[in-house]
């Protein structure tokens, strides 16, 4: 594989040595304007030419064309293996090689698996609704994995200092675990800035998982390196990806 653009993210975890993670920024790509330059999504209102352009260079980093979702911020988990069109799912895992699971992001939270012996591996997309719905659960159940035997990494997300939220997302989290109030801070006007990387590594800890990695990177108080829909509304999609490799 060639050799990949140095701004890209390389997750640093001690993931076994089969098991490949990459995650790209909105540099290295052929989009311009809003979307400049490494923009992946096709629903975005990119040039479509510019996308599949873009899809073309960072098929060149991988071992397979990417199994793209059809994200929908909830908690369905699919066999990546299945995948041959955008399916509504918002995680995907594969015990096969040379499979890549993917999901798109631009301030939600990607949520990187794999299992101490890298036979399996799995990706979720984990906005505030996804994490509220379970599908970080959905993507641990998926893989067959005890909890313990699995790693996680946090990958690039909206930081707690920057992710203002109604009520609304603080009860959806509060009313299912009172732990969940110390990822929260009061704000101005009745609103909550809110901590999805301490929502998901509560989470994650929940079921067990207790190497957790990452979580340090913001989308949003970065743009020249990261797309932020939150901070320019019309915004690319990044992607964070793993695979397996025999």
Request: hydrophobic share 45%.
């Amino acid at each position: 594989m060639a050799e990949q653009p140095g701004d890209w993210i390389v997750p640093d975890w001690p993931a076994p040595y089969r098991v490949r993670s990459l995650i790209t920024t909105r540099r290295g790509g052929v989009s311009r304007g809003a979307f400049a330059s490494m923009n992946l999504g096709l629903h975005v209102d990119d040039d479509p030419a510019c996308v599949r352009r873009n899809r073309e260079l960072l098929r060149v980093h991988l071992p397979g064309e990417p199994r793209w979702l059809a994200q929908v911020h909830g908690a369905r988990a699919v066999e990546a293996d299945s995948v041959t069109t955008p399916v509504e799912a918002d995680a995907a895992f594969t015990r096969s090689s040379a499979v890549v699971c993917a999901v798109m992001i631009a301030d939600c939270l990607p949520v990187l698996l794999c299992d101490r012996e890298g036979s399996v591996v799995a990706a979720a997309h984990a906005g505030w609704r996804g994490l509220s719905s379970g599908v970080i659960e959905s993507a641990v159940a998926a893989t067959g994995v005890a909890p313990g035997r699995l790693l996680a990494y946090l990958g690039p997300a909206i930081g707690p200092g920057a992710f203002e939220v109604g009520v609304d997302v603080l009860d959806a989290f509060v009313s299912r675990d009172r732990a969940a109030e110390i990822a929260f801070k009061p704000h101005a006007n009745g609103k909550w800035l809110c901590d999805l990387f301490t929502l998901a590594r509560q989470r994650l800890s929940a079921l067990g998982i207790g190497s957790i990695f990452g979580g340090r990177l913001c989308t949003y108080s970065d743009p020249e390196r990261f797309f932020s829909h939150r901070r320019d509304r019309v915004s690319g999609r990044m992607a964070a990806l793993i695979w397996r490799e025999d």
